[in-house]
Nanobody
Framework: VQLQASGGGLVQAGGSLRLSCAAS????????MGWFRQAPGKEREFVAH????????YYADSVKGRFTISRDNAKNTVYLQMNSLKPEDTAVYYC????????????????WGRGTLVTVSS
């Protein structure tokens, strides 16, 4: 599967953005999907995960209650709705896919898209 993230940009603190990740291929619904982010000088970190059906979601504590992951298997797309953004959310955001269940480690995902930059100004 090939992935392409989009939707990043510059937003003020307290604002919202919605990221999209479009996947190629006819088997998108068999993959569980994750969002990760990497801030300058920091390691890539887990943000959110959604199961292949969309029935189960998991979030990093730092984004719980502010971010929502969702997917539309008919459109081969996974989304990350980000509300109440903070300057510390500034990072390049990546979507990733794996054929198995829930995971939060970078090395557990075999497929990655190019990132999209989110900048939150104070």
């Amino acid at each position: 599967v090939q992935l392409q993230a989009s939707g990043g940009g510059l937003v003020q603190a307290g604002g919202s953005l919605r990221l999209s990740c479009a996947a190629s291929g006819r088997t998108f619904s068999t993959y569980s999907m994750g969002w990760f982010r990497q801030a300058p000088g920091k390691e890539r970190e887990f943000v959110a995960h959604i199961s292949w059906s969309g029935g189960h979601t998991y979030y990093a504590d730092s984004v719980k209650g502010r971010f929502t992951i969702s997917r539309d298997n008919a459109k081969n797309t996974v989304y990350l709705q980000m509300n109440s953004l903070k300057p510390e959310d500034t990072a390049v955001y990546y979507c990733a896919a794996r054929l198995r269940g829930a995971a939060m480690r970078v090395d557990e995902f075999g497929y990655w898209g190019r990132g999209t930059l989110v900048t939150v100004s104070s």
